[in-house]
């Protein structure tokens, strides 16, 4: 196809998806509310009795439920946002890239999702049950609705991408940039960048580093596991090609 054809296909692409991204909003928006007290749900159980959350800025009550409803329309979006990137890629793949990407694209949101729902379900529980266990005497334990909102989107985006360590490490060994035998060897300075990456990411305590930097390292662990596989896949496709050519 000539380059027209292809900005033609990829804005008509992307006015697809933005048009999906708009309906789930419209879809969520009468029970933004109810989201954000579902999402609030993990602080507040372990407010102290009689506290709550608050509203620091005047239009914080609309719009921190707003915010939060676009974010789930996007991240509700994600599958088929990810189709459309595939169908505009896809056509310019040979066969056995097809058979590896496929793959790769599944899991990759599949990982995205278990990494959030790791978040709320494990990581939240375990965080905020700390936070408000060591505040001071004489301190009420008050979040601002903005400021929790803030913090939850940031871990979710840093769980969800974190899951998605072993798709990488896949792509890496696919493409030539490294391959299972370097990985092994750089194992150690892998684990501390893991820690690193969990410091930046996260609040400066340790239980929530943690908690990103191990599940980091096993899916590292678990991405050089699947490489193995990948690699044998590879050298029987260019043994293959080569009896073919012979």
């Keep these: ?100 990407a496929m793959p790769l694209l599944v899991s990759s949101i599949f990982l995205f999702y278990l990494g959030v729902v790791f978040a709320y379900f494990v990581v939240f529980p375990i965080v905020f049950g700390f936070f408000t266990s060591v505040a001071p005497q004489g ?29 990488a490490t896949i792509l890496l060994i696919i493409i030539g940039v490294t391959n299972v035998a370097a990985l092994s060897q750089k194992r150690p300075y892998i684990i501390v960048g893991c820690f690193v990456v969990g410091m930046l990411l996260t609040p400066p305590d340790i239980f929530s580093q943690s908690l990103l930097a191990v599940p980091m390292w096993m899916l590292f662990e678990t991405g050089v596991l699947f490489g193995r596989l990948v690699e044998r896949q590879m050298k029987r496709h260019k043994a293959d090609t080569a009896d073919e050519s012979a």
Aim: aromatic share 16%; glycine share 2%; net charge positive.
């Design 139 to 167: 301190v009420a334990v008050m979040t601002d609705i903005t400021a929790y909102l803030d913090f939850v989107l940031k871990m979710f985006f840093a769980f969800g991408v974190a899951f998605e360590i072993p798709v």
């Design 1 to 100: 196809m000539p380059l027209i054809d292809h900005l033609i296909e990829l804005r008509s692409r992307l006015l697809r998806s933005v048009a999906v991204i708009l309906v789930a909003f419209l879809v969520l928006y009468p029970f933004d509310n109810r989201i954000y007290s579902w999402i609030s749900e993990p602080l507040r159980v372990y407010l102290p009795k009689g506290s709550s959350m608050i509203a620091t800025q005047v239009a914080s009550p609309f719009f921190a439920p707003l915010k939060l409803t676009m974010v789930i329309a996007v991240f509700l979006s994600i599958p088929y946002l990810l189709y459309q990137v595939w169908s505009f890629i896809a056509p310019g793949l040979y066969k056995h890239e097809k058979r590896i």
